[in-house]
């Protein structure tokens, strides 16, 4: 271990990087202090990033002040992400401070890293800023506060995910669909049924998907419909939807579907027409026990 920390430390060392990755499968704490003064001030910037990382995996929290003061003169928004990864996955409330001054970065990656470590803190006092970051100019970090925001559970959060069902980005629009289903919200299923027409394919398939978990009545006829969805993607998640649900209503279209739908998801790959033989079989099988 000395041995280790005398090369890591010695910049005229070949042996450094290899010497880093050592002490990372290592997770020696003894390490940190070395890996801080490392990132803090080594002029070769690639290890400085392994040894952040390595601190990572060695997840100190004693290294999480200097962290801190690290992100706030960092200038590359990379390094500046690594850090921020790094202080969430300490999984401690006293990364809480330099995450949230993180939501304030120019860089939106960072933004979007500092939202998820203020979830992997597993602390309430992180809703209040997940919901000013739903105000976001950049929609994967809107997207990011409202995954959080269904991940931490707060009920009271289910009226501003249901003003982000109409955001102009259907990445966002999608993560609110997950977040209000995460959140069990007794109005999943009205609104599940009103996005399953959206514009946006990716968002209709997300809805497709979620409604297949619920039990009610209207979700077949609905599951049915996306059988005629002109995008191949969304008649997949329909076709599986329907075989788990195993109701007969789908079986005319279904057996439709396997002689003349021969779109494929990919070149070489699975064809709607060999899953909606698959569903039919399913069905079949279900209905006859």
């Known amino acids: 271990m000395e041995m280790l920390l005398q090369v890591l430390q010695n910049p005229a060392s070949a042996l450094r990087a290899p010497a880093l990755r050592v002490l990372e499968d290592m997770r020696e704490p003894q390490a940190v202090g070395p890996l801080i003064s490392i990132v803090q001030s080594d002029t070769d910037f690639e290890l400085r990033k392994k040894a952040v990382h390595a601190l990572g995996l060695i997840g100190a929290t ?111 629009r999608t993560a609110a669909i997950a977040g209000l289903a995460q959140l069990q919200s007794p109005l999943i299923l009205e609104e599940l049924l009103r996005m399953r027409h959206d514009a946006d394919a990716g968002v209709r398939e997300m809805c497709v998907t979620l409604l297949a978990k619920i039990n009610a009545d209207p979700v077949v006829p609905a599951l049915i419909e996306a059988l005629s969805d002109v995008n191949v993607y969304v008649r997949y998640e329909a076709v599986y939807a329907l075989a788990d649900v195993g109701d007969a209503r789908a079986l005319p279209i279904l057996d439709w579907m396997r002689e003349h739908d021969t779109d494929l998801l990919h070149d070489g790959e699975e064809s709607i027409a060999e899953s909606a033989d698959y569903a039919v079989g399913c069905i079949r099988k279900r209905l006859s026990s």
Request: charged share 20%; glycine share 8%.
């Open 62 to 172: 004693t290294a999480i002040e200097p962290l801190a003061a690290i992100l706030s003169t960092a200038e590359d928004a990379n390094f500046r992400q690594l850090i921020v990864q790094v202080l969430g996955g300490t999984r401690d409330l006293s990364a809480m401070p330099p995450l949230l001054q993180a939501l304030d970065d120019a860089a939106p990656e960072v933004r979007t890293a500092a939202i998820a470590g203020l979830v992997w803190l597993r602390d309430l006092g992180a809703v209040p800023p997940l919901l000013r970051a739903l105000d976001d100019s950049e929609p994967e970090v809107r997207a990011a506060a409202i995954a959080g925001l269904g991940d931490l559970g707060d009920l009271g959060t289910v009226p501003p995910l249901l003003l982000a069902l109409d955001d102009a980005a259907p990445e966002v």
